[in-house]
T-cell receptor, first 117, second 113 residues
Framework: GNSVTQMEGPVTLSEEAFLTINCTYTATGYPSLFWYVQYPGEGLQLLLKATKADDKGSNKGFEATYRKETTSFHLEKGSVQVSDSAVYFCALSDPNAGGTSYGKLTFGQGTILTVHP | DTAVSQTPKYLVTQMGNDKSIKCEQNLGHDTMYWYKQDSKKFLKIMFSYNNKELIINETVPNRFSPKSPDKAHLNLHINSLELGDSAVYFC????????????FGPGTRLTVL
């Protein structure tokens, strides 16, 4: 079955540091890949996505590239801010999944990021 | 305009009680979901409805019963609440056949005493 593995957290950084959160996946088909962000006390919001190999998703200074050869979708940001403190989830959706798996998002375990001033 | 809304935002209740959480989306989507998030932030899908029909039903106790009166609403009723049901419950919606992007509600924090 499909699965997503994210780097263990929590991650603590100083403002303006470089961020990488690793994400690898296992899927039988050609999934779409997502990063969602959950700010404290809120629901999940889509941060960025990529739907095919070599696509780069980007938003708010974050970016991730869909690497089929390494089955990875690592999240990066060049200079984090205190306001980036949140939980980050990597997820996949397999458009070729049938039956009860159609449309299902498979999430990683989430990575808590704390950015200090 | 709120895209996916849930009520209530907080719910505190005693063990053994029955409670409901409501969800509404105004995005015109045809698929809705319920997720449970535990204290370690792990997110687990519980149910999914497409055009008011159940399509995903993960291993969830039958004390949990979803109900979709129309495409814009998906409610969750929980009977005989237990301590282990304490969690944050998220509703989400999507359009079937697109790339899988889902839109989430703000969550309902359920505390069972």
């Amino acid at each position: 079955g499909n699965s997503v593995t994210q780097m263990e957290g929590p991650v603590t950084l100083s403002e303006e540091a470089f961020l990488t959160i690793n994400c690898t996946y296992t899927a039988t088909g050609y999934p779409s890949l997502f990063w969602y962000v959950q700010y404290p006390g809120e629901g999940l919001q889509l941060l960025l996505k990529a739907t095919k190999a070599d696509d780069k998703g980007s938003n708010k200074g974050f970016e991730a590239t869909y690497r089929k050869e390494t089955t990875s979708f690592h999240l990066e940001k060049g200079s984090v801010q205190v306001s980036d403190s949140a939980v980050y989830f990597c997820a996949l959706s397999d458009p070729n999944a049938g039956g009860t798996s159609y449309g299902k998002l498979t999430f990683g375990q989430g990575t808590i990021l704390t950015v200090h001033p | 305009d709120t895209a996916v809304s849930q009520t209530p935002k907080y719910l505190v209740t005693q063990m053994g009680n029955d409670k409901s959480i409501k969800c509404e989306q105004n995005l015109g989507h045809d698929t809705m979901y319920w997720y449970k998030q535990d204290s370690k932030k792990f997110l687990k899908i519980m149910f999914s409805y497409n055009n008011k029909e159940l399509i995903i039903n993960e291993t969830v106790p039958n004390r949990f019963s979803p109900k979709s009166p129309d495409k814009a609403h998906l409610n969750l009723h929980i009977n005989s609440l237990e301590l282990g049901d304490s969690a944050v419950y998220f509703c989400a919606s999507s359009q079937f056949g697109r790339d899988g992007e889902q839109f989430f509600g703000p969550g309902t924090r359920l505390t069972v005493l």
